[in-house]
């Protein structure tokens, strides 16, 4: 009786785990197989912003022949280009020409093309005076009367020349000597140039460097000699062997070297950019306003070649372009 009990006790208990391990729900997750590469399922997890482990998108296999896939070259039914894959042409570029085409340009004969975008093979700043053929400009008799007439008005004393011709280029059609650029101030030694160089000193002279003076050397009295370095001569630019003309040669300039006064010592023209007296402010206020008068103003502080003076020119160029520095 009682192994009968116990036994029945086992079964009761057998049957009771049974129950329990029936009704325990299997987890709403398990291990998630693994994803081969391409597989939809892995652009998915790319696209999750939590998912930081998922592995960069494989990029797809390019197709084996493509639609834009360039011809073969080497198929007799596609004609090959006429240049290298790696060559560039530009706009206006022409074809290689053939061997028969280049052993035809080789026989022909050669011809000497001028065109105004071809260098000039000797230009003008590599010639002497000789080799360059100029010739003297020739002046409008009214233009001269006209300047003449302004001249005797400002009171300039000068002469009349006759007509200079020291070949090459070098002389003036309607010179003037001139011995006082205002009255009572003489011009040493007298200038010879064209009358629009008279008239541009006069000019300068009335009109900016004598009331500068007055200011600047007022205790030195008033301007009594402009002292010249040149006027005309027959020469190159900067008395170089080649190059082009000087307008000293053509009675187009004058340089000034000094200016006297009634007392005290001259005023010389030199290098003053960095004086901070009086007299340094003068000299930069005529240089600078030399350009109001003249085409061309070359002052100390261009360049060597005018440590000493002013060069001043009245040379016309296109649009009026004046050069002063």
């Known amino acids: ?17 049974l129950i329990m391990l029936t009704g325990a729900g299997l987890p709403e ?16 997890q790319a696209e999750d912003p939590a998912n930081i ?14 639609e834009t896939a360039a011809p073969d070259a080497a198929s007799p039914d596609v004609p090959k280009p006429d240049t290298k894959p790696d060559e560039k042409t530009t706009e206006g570029d022409q074809p290689t020409p053939s061997s028969d085409t280049l052993a035809k340009d080789a026989a022909a004969p050669k011809r000497e093309v001028q065109g105004p975008n071809l260098p000039d093979k000797n230009p003008p700043d590599k010639q002497t005076l000789e080799a360059q053929h100029l010739t003297i400009e020739p002046e409008s008799d009214a233009d001269h009367s006209e300047c003449v007439k302004e001249l005797q008005a400002l009171g300039v004393v000068f002469t009349d020349l006759s007509r200079i011709d020291d070949g090459n280029g070098c002389g003036i059609d309607k010179p003037i000597k001139v011995t006082q650029a205002l009255p009572g101030i003489k011009l040493k030694p007298d200038g010879v140039f064209r009358c629009p160089v008279a008239l541009a000193l006069a000019r300068w002279m009335k009109g900016t460097v004598i009331p500068a003076a007055a200011i600047a050397a007022a205790d ?41 006064f009634e007392k005290g010592e001259d005023i010389a023209v030199k290098p003053r950019r960095e004086d ?11 240089s600078a306003a030399g350009c109001l008068y003249f085409t061309t103003v070359l002052d100390p502080e261009s360049d060597a070649a005018h440590e000493t003076h002013f060069h001043l020119d009245v040379l016309q160029r296109k649009g009026g372009y004046r050069y002063c520095h």
């Open 1 to 17: 009786m009682d192994g009968c009990v116990k036994k029945t006790g086992q079964i009761a208990t057998a049957l009771l785990c």
């Open 29 to 44: 997750t398990g291990p998630k197989p693994e994803v081969k590469p391409g597989d939809k399922q892995v652009e998915q």
């Open 53 to 66: 482990d998922v592995a960069p998108k494989p990029q797809p296999k390019p197709d084996a022949k493509p």
């Open 220 to 260: 030195q009295g008033r301007i009594t000699t402009i002292n010249q370095a040149s006027s005309y001569i027959c020469r190159l630019r900067n008395s170089a062997e080649t190059g082009k003309i000087s307008e000293h040669a053509r009675g187009n300039a004058v340089d000034i070297a000094s200016f006297s």
């Open 276 to 286: 901070s007296t009086l007299i340094g402010a003068f000299q930069r206020t005529v």
